[in-house]
C-alpha cells in the first residue's frame, strides 16, 4: 500500500517548498494530499512575492491523523503565521505527534509546531529569524541542514527541502 502523505499548507506558503517536498515524495512513490484551511485553492510566494496558487486537495475539517501515515508542512512567513492561529491546523499537528507519527516541518514551519507546545526537550533546525521562538519554547535550535528528532524532522531553508524529504522517505521505511 502507498503511504498517504498530508501536506499542511495556508495562504502564504512558500512555493518552492511545495512543489519541491511534492515532486520528491511523489517521485519516491508517495501519494501526497494537499490540506488547506478551506475548500478551493491557497495562494503561493516567492519569497515577499505572490506567486502561484495550488488546489486544496482536502479542507482541514476534514483531514485526520488515521488517513494518513505523516504530515509535512512547507514553509513561508506568511503561511506558517497563518497556520499557527487556526486551532485545527495547531489540532492536528498535534494529533499526528501523538500518534507518534512523522511530521517534517521547513523554514518558518517550526512556528507551528512552537504554537502547538511540541518542542520543549527537542532539536529543532529551523530559519534563523525564529530561532528565538523555538528557544523559548523549549527547544535546542540547531544549526544545521536537518534535524530528526524522534519522529519530529525540521530543515532551515529551501535548500534543505532534499534533506527533509530524504529524512522523512527514511522514516517512513
Given amino acids: 500500500m502507498t503511504a498517504a502523505v498530508a501536506m499542511l499548507a495556508a495562504d502564504g506558503v ?4 511545495v512543489e519541491q517536498l511534492r515532486r520528491t515524495l511523489e517521485d519516491a ?9 478551506r475548500r478551493g485553492e491557497i495562494w503561493a510566494m516567492d519569497h515577499l512575492d505572490k506567486s ?11 483531514a485526520g491523523v488515521d488517513d494518513y501515515d505523516c504530515l509535512v508542512i512547507p514553509g ?11 486551532p485545527a491546523a495547531v489540532a492536528l499537528v498535534s494529533d499526528f505527534v501523538g500518534a507518534g507519527k512523522p511530521v517534517a516541518a521547513a523554514g518558518h514551519a517550526s512556528w507551528l509546531l512552537v504554537e502547538a507546545d511540541l518542542v520543549r526537550n527537542r532539536a529543532l533546525a529551523c530559519w ?10 523549549g527547544a535546542m535550535w540547531i544549526d544545521d541542514r536537518v534535524s530528526v528528532d524522534a519522529a519530529l524532522l525540521t530543515c532551515p531553508r529551501t535548500e534543505n527541502l532534499p534533506d527533509l524529504s530524504r529524512a522523512l522517505i527514511e522514516a517512513l521505511d
Fill in 14 to 17: 512558500e512555493r518552492a517548498h
Fill in 29 to 37: 512513490g508517495l501519494r501526497v494530499d494537499l490540506i488547506g484551511p
Fill in 52 to 62: 502561484a496558487t495550488f488546489p486544496v486537495d482536502r479542507p482541514l475539517r476534514d
Fill in 76 to 86: 513561508g512567513v506568511a503561511g506558517a503565521d497563518h497556520l499557527r492561529r487556526d
Fill in 128 to 137: 534563523p529569524s525564529i530561532r528565538t521562538d523555538v528557544v523559548n519554547g
